[in-house]
T-cell receptor, first 115, second 114 residues
Framework: DAKTTQPNSMESNEEEPVHLPCNHS???????IHWYRQLPSQGPEYVIH???SNVNNRMASLAIAEDRKSSTLILHRATLRDAAVYYC????????????????FGTGTKLQVIP | NAGVMQNPRHLVRRRGQEARLRCSPV?????VYWYRQLPEEGLKFMVY????????ESGMPKERFSAEFPKEGPSILRIQQVVRGDSAAYFC????????????FGSGTRLTVV
């Protein structure tokens, strides 16, 4: 499976934008880029996903490089409630291995938001 | 529309006892996944189940651990003869057949073995 590389930790000031990078140089053509986040003492929650085009939703934006070897999760205005571990994950939705592909988490980026 | 419900939230067991963790998936979801997170570590996949079937148990220890997802009722993760090293947060997730938007996770059960 293609792997992702993320910084271990990042800091951001409250109400400023945050850009969380993810490198995935071995990504395949059918790999979707998914982002999850895990708030303290909570289970992970889905944030956003994309294939080639940039994506926006109510939580965040996902910017995908033209060669797809990297992507950036953008939080437009960080709040204290955005302090969490952010995971970048690749999922090939067309691969059949028992008819599914499990979500495998790496170590993620721990985001600290400073008031 | 309730999300994934896990209970109990916290569970304390003495060494050698059994732990039973319950997970009720999102209504309409037929796929359940269990993950374990040791203190200060990442999430590790344990097992994937569909109704009455174990699809992938590659991440589950061969001994003392078992999982089921019966036709009726919640999914159960059972740990027999618990040891201190089993202390962790156990998360359950569910997905519909078309899981393009990924998994919905519960808040987890925090197991402490004393």
């Amino acid at each position: 499976d293609a792997k992702t590389t993320q910084p271990n930790s990042m800091e951001s000031n409250e109400e400023e934008p945050v850009h969380l990078p993810c490198n995935h140089s071995t990504i395949s053509g059918t790999d979707y880029i998914h982002w999850y986040r895990q708030l303290p003492s909570q289970g992970p929650e889905y944030v956003i996903h994309g294939l080639t085009s940039n994506v926006n939703n109510r939580m965040a934006s996902l910017a995908i490089a033209e060669d797809r070897k990297s992507s950036t999760l953008i939080l437009h205005r960080a709040t204290l409630r955005d302090a969490a571990v952010y995971y970048c994950i690749l999922r090939d939705l067309f691969k059949y291995s028992g008819g599914y592909q499990k979500v495998t988490f790496g170590t993620g980026t721990k985001l600290q938001v400073i008031p | 529309n309730a999300g994934v419900m896990q209970n109990p939230r916290h569970l304390v067991r003495r060494r050698g006892q059994e732990a039973r963790l319950r997970c009720s998936p999102v209504k309409g979801h037929s796929h359940v996944y269990w993950y374990r997170q040791l203190p200060e570590e990442g999430l590790k996949f344990m097992v994937y189940l569909q109704k009455e079937n174990i699809i992938d148990e590659s991440g589950m220890p061969k001994e003392r651990f078992s999982a089921e997802f019966p036709k009726e009722g919640p999914s159960i993760l059972r740990i027999q003869q618990v040891v201190r090293g089993d202390s962790a947060a156990y998360f359950c997730a569910s997905s519909p057949d078309l899981d393009a938007y990924g998994y919905t996770f519960g808040s987890g059960t925090r197991l402490t073995v004393v």
